[in-house]
Structure formats: C-alpha cells, structure tokens
C-alpha cells in the first residue's frame, strides 16, 4: 500500500501535533504520534543535582602541571636531548668541533669503546712527526736457480723529526739488513744509506731471480713521515714491490704502494685518518714516474725504498712515496726478470729484525 | 522558551547561578526527559542528570542563541545516550523502570494510565520500524519539540537532509498503518 501525498505544511502539522490540520489520509498518522508529544511533568532540580551544576559551572582555575610532566615538555626535552647528543657525536666524528672540546670528547668516548678522533688527528695537521717504529727486515730469497740469491734490505728505522721536517731533513736509522735467503747469502742488502723519516724498510723479499737481484723492501713497520701518515710512507714502500724485483716493473708497484696503503697502518689503530690522507700524497704518483725508470734491467738491489728519506715531514704517505719512488728508480741497470719475481721467486726465509726504534717523538702528540 | 532573558539567564549561569541553573533545566527538562524515556526508558533520569552536569560544565564554552542552546543540549543528551548504552553493555544489567513503580504507586486511573502507556508504546513500536536516521528526527521533532534547525543542529545534519528524512518517515509510518489497517479490515471481514 502507498502513502497518500503530504505536503510540507502537513508534514509540519502532524510533527507539531496539529492533528486538525492534516489532511484525513493522514489521519492515522496523527493519532500515531499523538502520546508522544505529552511532556513529562517535572519539578525542579533536585538539590544534589543543582549543587553538581553548580560545581561543574563555576569557573574553576586549573592548577598547572609540574613542568616534567606535561607531555609536551618532556617529548621536547627527549627530541632535543637527542638531537643534540647527534649533532655532537656527529661533530666529535668528524673532528669539527674546537680542540679542547673535542680532545675532552675522544677521552671520555674512548672510556666506553668509541673511537673518536682526538683534535690532532686531522689529516691536515699530522705531519712533522717522527715514526716510532723502524720497519722490519725484508727476506731474502733464493732465485729460482739459486745462483743469485737476492738478499733483503735492511729494515728502516723510525726517524725521530718531531716538527714537520723538510725534504730529508731528519736523518733516519739505519735499517736492520734484511735476513739472508735461505741458502744463499744476502747479495743485494743495501744498507739504508739516506735520512729521511722514511724509516727504512725492509729487505727485499725477493731477489730471487738472478736477473732480478734482491727486490722489494718488505718493511712493515716503517718510521718516518708524520705522526700519523707518517709511518705508512715507508711501509708500503717497503711493501715488496719497491725494489721491482718481484716484477719488472717493481718500482712501479712499490711507489704505488708507498704512497698509499700504509699509511693507515702507521698509528696505532688510527687508520683512518692517515688512510685519507695518502691518496692525496705526492707519493703516490711518484711511482708512477719511477715505474718506467725500472722498466730497465731488473732491480740489482732492492729495499732502497725504506732507506731513504721522505721528502717532507708531511704526513707519512707522501714521504713513503717519495721514497719509494725515486729508489726504485734509482736502480738502473737491472734487466728486468723474465718474469716476474712473484711466479719465480720463492719468499725469503724471513723478515728481517724489525729495526731499531726510531727516536722518541719530540713532540708529536700531546 | 526563555526568550529575551536567555542571554542573561545563561551569562548568569556562566558564573554559576543556581537559580539561572534551576531556569535553564526547568525550561528544557520535559523535552529533555521525554526525549531520553523515548530512548533509554531504564536510566532515562540518570542520564538527564548527566545531560545537565555536562550543560553546566561546558555552559562557558557555548555561542549562540537560545535555538542553537536547544540543539547543543540535545547534543549532549544523544552522547550521553550513547555513554549510558555502553555502560549498560558492560554492566549486563536491565533494572525495572522507574516507571512501573511510579504508575503502581500514583493514585491515576490506571485503566487510562495503561491505555495512555499502550498508546505510547504502540507509536514507540511504530517509530521502531524505521531507519535509525529518521527515528532519530521523527523523535527529536516530535518528543523534543525542536525545529528542523534544531535538530539539524543536534544531528549534525543541514536543514535540507532532516526535512526529507522526517518525510520519508512520515511516509513509512502511513504505509506501515495503512498495511495495519488493511490487515485487520481483511480480518474483520473474515
């Protein structure tokens, strides 16, 4: 069944409770809602309930909340207790913040295991320092015929500079000789003969090949160069390739060597530092010239690399370079090996003896 | 209707008057109570209570005039409907009416108070049968006396909306006893 039409006036008048106004088909609707437009009939409020209208209306001042706790308060606090312990920690990182600061900073970071740079450990300020250690002795070896031994080269010595040095400037140790080859006698140990911070690296690992002669400095622990780089100059110098005995072009290697790898290597455990400091050494490009120098015959000698000075007291990587560089240069004469060292040569018996300790640091780190 | 006092009876009661309080409750209460029987029988006058608290309270933070007033009370009388409804749930209780005792205790006709009561309950059954959003107009423009502004106000719906739900549920209704109707004449003349 459907509704009959209903006007808004109707529609109105039966919400209203107008039953006389709607038309007669709606008539029915009207007696429907009739009950409900009866109110109920109420008094006042009770007391109770006046007294709880009463205290719910009055203006009432609200005690203000301890500062720590308010949410807000405390999530600001945290956010920027947070942000500052991050920007910190990130300036403390990347050794920007003022030295004492940051001294402060790395001492109290180290109690808990965090290694952060103290303020002279900057990259730019590492140099003039002398290398505390002296590098190890290479290994002689035998050449594969066993005619021509090569011999290792003494280890370098730590130089003692303590200011930023000039060119060769701070004489080093002298290098330990490297240990002969097993079976066959040194002939090629070349005694580290230059000052220098490149404390001398050791003997060269090779000579194997009697073309060759004694090749490579194997220094590990060379001195010189800066406090931090310092060390690594003559280390990688030494790293076996300086000589180019292992390899025609040995002092190719060496210098590329020289220039960089060692040069975290130097402090102890500082490696970062000093490893960025040696792509941008001087260094490392030495080499590169001194490679086509040793294209020549082979290395009759190797391990001048770690003997001889670094150019500068600057940071140890460019001095290792230098040093490796002009050495393995230096050694014209040398046919190169038929092949390389490394295929032909068996290692040396040994390293030689670290070298002698080089000087006391004057004043490198405080 | 309060009229022109309402601004000062509800200034007044800003500050916490208990006559302006008494004023403001005396005014709406029937309509209010009406309303909340028609919805919650059991607790009807509980919550009346809390409709008014809650008026009280929230009295410094309303604008408008004395329509708008009906219409936020109102407001509040639907929320606290719904707070009484999920404490109920939660309380798993269905108490008497106070109704019972008071018609077994009023000295009326009861033959005309259970003919009053079977007529109210019989439109209440009828409204029932409609969709939620047109009893709820249908209720507060009939039990609560609000205008289609008011309760629009109240719903949180434009005047539009409630006009065309409160028709289509004045049609509901004739069809629904037109249906009645037409039922019992088959069975009278059966």
Same mark, same amino acid.
């Given at each position: 069944?459907?509704?009959?039409?209903?006007?808004?006036?109707?529609?109105?008048?039966?919400?209203?409770?107008?039953?006389?106004?709607?038309?007669?088909?709606?008539?029915?609707?009207?007696?429907?809602?009739?009950?409900?437009?009866?109110?109920?009939?109420?008094?006042?409020?009770?007391?109770?309930?006046?007294?709880?209208?009463?205290?719910?209306?009055?203006?009432?001042?609200?005690?203000?909340? *301890?500062?720590?706790?308010? *949410?807000?308060?405390?999530?600001?606090?945290?956010?920027?207790?947070?942000?500052?312990?991050?920007?910190?920690?990130?300036?403390?990182?990347? /050794?920007?913040?003022?030295?004492?600061?940051?001294?402060?900073?790395?001492?109290?970071?180290?109690?808990?295991?965090?290694?952060?740079?103290?303020?002279?450990?900057?990259?730019?300020?590492?140099?003039?320092?002398?290398?505390?250690?002296?590098?190890?002795?290479?290994?002689?070896?035998?050449?594969?015929?066993?005619?021509?031994?090569?011999?290792?080269?003494?280890?370098?010595?730590?130089?003692?500079?303590?200011?930023?040095?000039?060119?060769?400037?701070?004489?080093?140790?002298?290098?330990?000789?490297?240990? *002969?080859?097993?079976?066959?006698?040194?002939?090629?140990?070349?005694?580290?003969?230059?000052?220098?911070?490149?404390?001398?690296?050791?003997?060269?690992?090779?000579?194997? /090949?009697?073309?060759?002669?004694?090749?490579?400095?194997?220094?590990?622990?060379?001195?010189?160069?800066?406090?931090?780089?310092?060390?690594?100059?003559?280390? /990688?110098?030494?790293?076996?390739?300086?000589?180019?005995?292992?390899?025609?072009?040995?002092?190719?290697?060496?210098?590329? /060597?020289?220039?960089?790898?060692?040069?975290?290597? @130097?402090?102890?455990?500082?490696?970062?530092?000093?490893?960025?400091?040696?792509?941008?050494?001087?260094?490392?490009?030495?080499?590169?010239?001194?490679?086509?120098?040793?294209?020549?015959?082979?290395?009759?000698?190797?391990?001048?690399?770690?003997?001889?000075?670094?150019?500068?007291?600057?940071?140890?990587?460019?001095?290792?370079?230098?040093?490796?560089?002009?050495?393995?240069?230096?050694?014209?004469?040398?046919?190169?090996?038929?092949?390389?060292?490394?295929?032909?040569?068996?290692?040396?018996?040994?390293?030689?003896?670290?070298?002698?300790?080089?000087?006391?640091?004057?004043?490198?780190?405080? | 209707?309060?009229? @022109?006092?309402?601004?000062?009876?509800?200034?007044?009661?800003?500050?916490?008057?208990?006559?302006?309080?008494?004023?403001?409750?005396?005014?709406?209460?029937?309509?209010?109570?009406?309303?909340?029987?028609?919805?919650?029988? @059991?607790?009807?006058?509980?919550?009346?209570?809390?409709?008014?608290?809650?008026?009280?309270?929230?009295?410094?933070?309303?604008?408008?005039?004395?329509?708008?007033?009906?219409?936020?009370?109102?407001?509040?009388?639907?929320? &606290?409907?719904?707070?009484?409804?999920?404490?109920?749930?939660?309380?798993?209780?269905?108490?008497?009416?106070?109704?019972?005792?008071?018609?077994?205790?009023?000295?009326?006709?009861?033959?005309?108070?259970?003919?009053?009561?079977?007529?109210?309950?019989?439109?209440?059954?009828?409204?029932?049968?409609?969709?939620?959003?047109?009893?709820?107009?249908?209720?507060?423009?009939?039990?609560?006396?609000?205008?289609?502004?008011?309760?629009?106000?109240?719903?949180?719906?434009?005047?539009?909306?409630?006009?065309?739900?409160?028709?289509?549920?004045? &049609?509901?209704?004739?069809?629904?006893?037109?249906?009645?109707?037409?039922?019992?004449?088959?069975?009278?003349?059966?």
């Amino acid at each position: 069944m459907t509704a009959p039409e209903l006007d808004e006036a109707s529609a109105e008048a039966l919400l209203a409770g107008h039953g006389a106004d709607v038309p007669g088909a709606w008539s029915g609707v009207a007696r429907l809602l009739a009950p409900l437009h009866e109110r109920p009939t109420v008094g006042g409020p009770s007391v109770a309930l006046l007294d709880r209208m009463e205290a719910a209306a009055s203006p009432r001042r609200r005690t203000a909340a *301890p500062l720590w706790r308010r *949410p807000r308060v405390v999530v600001g606090g945290v956010a920027a207790f947070v942000s500052m312990l991050l920007g910190f920690g990130g300036l403390a990182a990347a /050794n920007a913040l003022p030295s004492g600061i940051q001294s402060f900073v790395s001492h109290a970071l180290d109690h808990i295991g965090i290694s952060v740079p103290l303020p002279h450990d900057h990259p730019s300020i590492g140099a003039g320092h002398g290398g505390s250690r002296g590098g190890a002795g290479g290994r002689g070896g035998p050449g594969p015929d066993g005619s021509s031994p090569g011999g290792g080269a003494g280890g370098g010595a730590g130089s003692g500079a303590s200011e930023p040095a000039p060119a060769g400037s701070q004489p080093g140790s002298t290098g330990d000789p490297g240990r *002969p080859a097993a079976g066959d006698p040194p002939s090629a140990a070349v005694p580290p003969s230059s000052p220098g911070n490149a404390g001398g690296n050791g003997g060269g690992k090779a000579g194997g /090949n009697p073309n060759n002669g004694g090749s490579g400095n194997g220094g590990t622990n060379p001195g010189g160069g800066g406090t931090k780089g310092g060390n690594a100059g003559g280390g /990688n110098a030494g790293s076996g390739n300086a000589g180019g005995g292992n390899n025609a072009r040995g002092g190719n290697a060496g210098g590329g /060597n020289a220039g960089g790898g060692n040069a975290g290597g @130097a402090k102890s455990g500082r490696t970062a530092p000093t490893n960025r400091s040696a792509p941008s050494n001087p260094g490392a490009t030495a080499p590169g010239r001194n490679a086509t120098a040793s294209l020549g015959p082979g290395n009759a000698r190797a391990g001048l690399a770690g003997t001889t000075p670094g150019p500068t007291g600057s940071p140890g990587g460019s001095s290792g370079g230098a040093n490796a560089g002009p050495n393995a240069g230096s050694n014209p004469g040398s046919r190169p090996g038929p092949r390389p060292g490394s295929d032909t040569t068996p290692p040396g018996l040994g390293g030689g003896p670290p070298g002698p300790a080089g000087a006391p640091r004057a004043a490198g780190r405080p | 209707m309060l009229g @022109a006092d309402f601004d000062e009876i509800v200034a007044a009661a800003r500050l916490g008057s208990r006559s302006a309080l008494a004023a403001l409750y005396a005014d709406l209460q029937p309509n209010v109570l009406a309303y909340l029987r028609a919805r919650s029988r @059991a607790d009807a006058e509980d919550i009346a209570s809390d409709v008014w608290v809650s008026v009280a309270a929230g009295l410094q933070r309303f604008q408008g005039d004395e329509s708008g007033f009906r219409g936020w009370v109102f407001t509040i009388a639907r929320r &606290r409907l719904v707070d009484a409804r999920r404490r109920r749930v939660r309380r798993a209780t269905d108490p008497a009416p106070r109704e019972v005792f008071t018609a077994i205790a009023s000295d009326v006709d009861p033959e005309g108070e259970v003919v009053t009561r079977l007529d109210y309950e019989a439109a209440l059954s009828a409204l029932a049968t409609l969709p939620r959003d047109q009893e709820d107009v249908v209720l507060l423009r009939v039990v609560a006396g609000l205008s289609v502004e008011e309760v629009g106000q109240a719903l949180g719906k434009r005047p539009g909306t409630v006009r065309v739900l409160q028709h289509r549920a004045l &049609r509901r209704l004739a069809t629904v006893l037109g249906d009645h109707r037409a039922a019992h004449q088959l069975a009278d003349e059966a």
